[in-house]
């Protein structure tokens, strides 16, 4: 065998060979998916006020319902005129209260002129149970799409790094976006061995999203999700460590809901 052959055929051994076995580290881009990309759809109008069941997680005036995820010191992101804005120096922010299954609507808007591309353009994220300080738990992601390709399991509305949204609803920066979001926890057998997944259904700006998902576990960076169990947890918000100006929220509410559905017979 003549040298160039020879070393293609080691080039092609070394290929079929994991990563694991040649003793590497796993990476970030070994659960990325870039394609196909969801379509473009230009939302309608929404405008939805907390129905009168609601807790009400942000109105507009205080974040006495939000403490730092690190610590559980008072929620020191800034208020101003309505709008609670992304602290990064001061870190994620999670509910005071826990939740099982609930129904959440929150209000998001990438500031106009933002810099920035691919993940660090706007990046925040809506975990709907924080299992953990920092990023631990289950993302659905919080980011400028709009006109911004990135991994699509990461862009806006995407499962991170599990489901890509069925479509992409972004509206552009400067303007808010709006998610609807039904969380069913996962449930976890007397040995921690899974019952049942987590499910997300979502709309943004009243357009579905992801259509009742079955989570793979907690969303990760790196590597493939599982699940470890856990009861009911915190709603946590993201303060990206990316160089980007922050986004702001407004109109965060959620709904309670039973534990499971029971149907009824005559
Ligand atoms: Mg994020």
């Known amino acids: 065998m003549k040298a160039p052959a020879a070393l293609a055929a080691l080039l092609l051994v070394c290929a079929a060979v994991p990563a694991a076995a040649q003793g590497t580290h796993p990476r970030p881009e070994e659960t990325e998916v870039w394609k196909p990309v969801p379509a473009v759809v230009t939302p309608g109008r929404t405008d939805l006020g907390a129905p009168s069941d609601a807790i009400v997680l942000f109105d507009g005036k205080d974040e006495s319902q939000w403490v730092s995820a690190d610590d559980h010191t008072p929620a020191d992101w800034d208020v101003h005129d309505g709008v609670l804005t992304v602290s990064k120096k001061a870190g994620n922010i999670e509910t005071k209260r826990s939740f099982t299954n609930y129904q959440i609507h929150l209000e998001w808007k990438v500031p106009s002129g933002i810099t920035g591309s691919g993940q660090a353009r ?88 992801q259509d009742h998902v079955a989570l793979l576990g907690p969303t990760l960076y790196i590597g493939k999700p599982h699940y470890a169990p856990h009861g009911p947890e915190p709603i946590k918000l993201q303060a990206h460590g990316d160089p980007s100006a922050p986004i702001s929220f407004r109109n965060i509410w959620v709904r309670v809901l039973p534990d499971t559905a029971q149907a009824h017979m005559p």
């Open 122 to 209: 706007g990046n925040s994220g809506l975990f709907l149970a924080s299992t953990g300080p920092g990023d631990d738990g289950y993302e659905i992601q919080i980011l400028d799409s709009y006109k911004n390709s990135t991994y699509v399991n990461g862009q806006a509305a995407a499962i991170y790094k599990q489901y890509p949204p069925l479509v992409n609803a972004m509206r552009p920066p400067g303007e808010w976006n709006v998610y609807d979001v039904v969380w069913t926890a996962p449930t976890f057998n007397a040995d921690g061995s899974l019952k049942s997944p987590a499910y997300v259904t979502a709309f943004q700006n009243g357009v579905l999203v």
